[in-house]
């Protein structure tokens, strides 16, 4: 077995010496939302027939089944494969820190360990106090009668008893407290290491113990002095995801919204003056078409007559770029105008992607039935243009934050973007219900009540504003004994359920009064509740 073992060796021997070992440059990175395709080169030097190459110092969390060299008319590639192996550069962590850390980090390490050892003596000595107190309870000296024969001798024994078991329960609390106290500086300790080794964090990371060689097999039909090597992978550890900064200048016309990628960096390689890029693209989802299944309609009973009164959702539903943007087969790709140096960390890089002036028309949403609230919507026309992604949103009016909302574009059918800009308080609404039921014959079956709202809007700002008010008057389904007639909706938009919708301006410090009255009809003994 072991002359098999040396064979094997000295063959593997044999071919690395016969091969050329390599490292490559990583070129161009694109990031997405989990992953990011690394591209690399390197020039090689081909002898007619089969050549060997080994490339060196791959990432560790190379994603192997994602490897894939570029075809070239010059030369074939026969076969490529990646070999996990241990780093030959490969340095403890201490070693990697600069030189004023070192010591620091190493009297770190003694001290945690010298706090390992107190407390698993500590641990130690609880326990043999903890086996005294159980020998000391089995000790009984009244049960035996044979051993104790005389008064004198069982009082002597029962003082020495609660005398001894006394003391070790106050050794037992004592060595306890002690205890707590070592786990306390310990778990302080180890806090320290784990905030040292988060900002020493670069170090740890691009100091990876394995990583990936990948050898590669290349036939050339002639000799080829300077031939270049294109490869890329995909690193599981990278990842970004997109932010936009909406900023609203409310005095000027120069609004501005702003990409931002937050970035995590995790390869275990440095990233160095390459071409970044980011995508929205979804690498490895599952790509299986769904199919139709028979669809069996089956009927439903109507419902007895009810009068419908809900109005929609007080929730506002959503609907400097010298950087290239792309459009992918599957995404957008944001390209860097310049290259970019990132060493593997654990910390979040927040880079700007791109700025890019933007048109915005505003127009406040009020429903007071709902909530005396306004809330102003920013309208993004022609937004197609922008190529805007699905993101989060921070919105900030004359350089202070105002709210966070979501960027939806890929759910957006029409030619204008709404975002939720959050409630302005300058906008003061009031609503009040008025009933009217006047007094009918004993001998009726019915009960008319007359309900009037009144709605007032007060314009506190300095500027005119676009509102948009909705309120609502009931409606009925499937009971031809309750009748709702509308009597004045102020010339209001009414549809199908009973939805007001008013759309007015108002003038800065100006008010505005709507009043909407309408007739209930219905049976004695049926309860409404109109509002």
């Known amino acids: ?205 691009s100091n990876a113990e394995k990583n990936y060689t990948i050898k590669v097999e290349i036939y050339s039909k002639q000799a080829i002095e300077k031939a270049e090597l294109k490869y890329s992978y995909i690193v599981t550890a990278s990842n970004w995801y997109p932010i936009y900064d909406l900023k609203i200048n409310s005095k000027a016309s120069d609004n501005q919204i702003s990409l931002q990628a937050n970035l995590y960096q995790l390869s275990c390689e440095d990233w160095r003056d390459v071409n970044l890029s980011f995508s929205n693209e979804n690498i490895g989802n599952n790509t299986f078409l769904p199919e139709l299944s028979p669809y069996v309609a089956n009927t439903l009973s109507n419902r007895d007559g009810f009068v419908k009164m809900s109005l929609k959702s007080a929730k506002i539903e959503e609907e400097e770029a010298e950087e290239e943007v792309t459009s992918g087969l599957l995404g957008r790709e944001f390209h860097l105008d310049r290259k970019i140096n990132l060493a593997s960390s654990s910390q979040k890089k927040t880079i700007n992607i791109l700025s890019q002036d933007v048109k915005i028309d505003y127009k406040y949403i009020i429903r007071p039935k709902l909530t005396n609230k306004a809330y102003l919507q920013a309208l993004i026309p022609n937004w197609q243009s922008l190529n805007l992604i699905d993101a989060q949103c921070n919105i900030y009016h004359d350089n202070k934050y105002t709210s966070t909302t979501m960027l939806s574009p890929s759910q957006t059918q029409t030619d204008t973007l709404v975002l939720s800009a959050g409630v302005d308080e300058k906008i003061a609404v009031q609503r009040k219900v008025h009933k009217t039921t006047p007094e009918k014959n004993v001998f009726s079956k019915t009960i008319e009540t007359t309900v009037e709202i009144d709605i007032v809007i007060k314009n506190n700002s300095e500027n005119t504003v676009k509102l948009e008010i909705e309120d609502q008057i009931p409606i009925i389904y499937h009971n031809p004994e309750i009748i709702i007639t509308p009597i004045d909706i102020q010339k209001a938009e009414m549809d199908k359920d009973g939805i007001l919708k008013w759309n007015k301006e108002l003038k800065a410090k100006e008010s505005l009064n709507l009043k909407v009255k309408y007739q209930a009809k219905y049976p004695k003994g049926t309860k409404l509740n109109l509002n």
């Open 1 to 205: 077995m072991k002359r098999i073992v040396t064979a094997l060796s000295l063959i593997l021997v044999i071919q690395t010496l016969n091969a050329q070992t390599l490292k490559a440059r990583i070129e161009n990175v694109i990031v997405y939302s989990q992953g990011a395709l690394i591209e690399k080169s390197t020039e090689v030097s081909l002898k007619q027939g089969d050549n060997t190459f080994y490339i060196k110092d791959n990432s560790p969390r190379l994603y192997a089944e994602s490897l894939h060299f570029q075809t070239n008319n010059d030369y074939q590639i026969i076969s490529y494969n990646p070999l996990l192996q241990y780093n030959e550069d490969y340095k403890d962590y201490e070693q990697t820190l600069p030189q004023s850390k070192r010591q620091y980090y190493k009297n770190l390490q003694d001290s945690i360990l010298n706090s390992e050892e107190k407390i698993a003596v500590a641990k130690e000595n609880i326990q043999i106090t903890q086996r005294q107190i159980t020998a000391l309870d089995n000790f009984q000296p009244i049960s035996s009668s044979q051993t104790i024969d005389t008064v004198a001798k069982m009082k002597s024994a029962l003082e020495y008893y609660q005398s001894k078991m006394t003391e070790l329960k106050t050794t037992l609390r004592k060595q306890q407290k002690q205890l707590t106290t070592l786990e306390k500086q310990h778990k302080a300790l180890e806090k320290q290491k784990q905030i040292f080794q988060q900002e020493y964090s670069q170090e740890l990371l």
